[in-house]
């Protein structure tokens, strides 16, 4: 069971300020990298976060779970891991004389998916339902998953021996693909100095229960976009379809994605509107890694070609005054 919710008497809204505290206080000088992650979890999407190891991929899921009284699962992806490994199976009870549904770690709150990209495209795949549907089908019988519900995929940029990429298929159920990056130098020794002894998400206590982080969920879907910003998110999305450096532009399900995450973005920084600047914020990582380049040289230039393509856009496009 999870432990209680300290504050039961503050406000859903005040209570997510505390939380985008605490969080500050465990990944150090990362305000922007937690304002995504909060976005992701207020617009019910899921992350692929994106860097070389040891900058706090794992820590930042690890301290979401914990700051939230919800179920966490770690899912440690490797080559020889199977769907039914993630799903769960269907296994024959001696005493019912019947098949009984043994539920996997997919079945929780919060989920790390490390090393997303070590397992097979198979294993992969058994991740798209439940991302997309909020439910898992096995043997025919669909299972429903609980909320809040939140996928925090890792992987590493830089080695790809053992490694299989992300299909698209897979990397658009994605609200956003982000990355940590390193501390600065003062930050690093705060890390040094204060982490000796004692892993900081170890005190962490929780702040929202599941139950108000659907709430907020909710709250920020109620967020005003005007017209002129949801054409100018349009025109965007319009406008890498007719690219020609890519294969194929952003989808449907990707202008869906980026109106979610403003209002996110919206409700996080504590409006109940949209601006033009919040497109601007969440373009990149909710849209860049929806984008099919014509050619890559090697992944690592796909990538700084998709992000360079977005970020043309973003310039020729005239958002709304």
Known sequence: MPPAVVSPSLDPRAKLTTLRQRLEGVLLGKADVIRLALVGLLARGHLLVEDVPGVGKTTLARALARLIACEFRRIQFTPDLLPSDITGVSIFDQEKKAFVFQPGPIFGNIILADEINRTSPRTQSALLEAMNDLQVTVDGKSHPLRTPFMVVATQNPLEFTGTYPLPESQLDRFLMKIQVGYPSHDQERRILSERKAHDPVDGLSPVLAAAEVDQLAERARGVRVDPSIVDYMLALVEKTRQDAALVAGVSPRGGIFLYRAVQALAYVEGRDYAV??????????????????????????????????????????????
């Open 276 to 321: 033009p600047d919040d497109v601007k914020t969440l373009a990149i990582p909710v849209l860049a890694h929806r984008v099919i380049e014509r050619s890559r040289r090697s992944l690592m230039d796909g990538r700084a070609g998709a992000l360079g393509v977005v970020q043309k856009v973003l310039e020729q496009v005239p958002a709304p005054q």
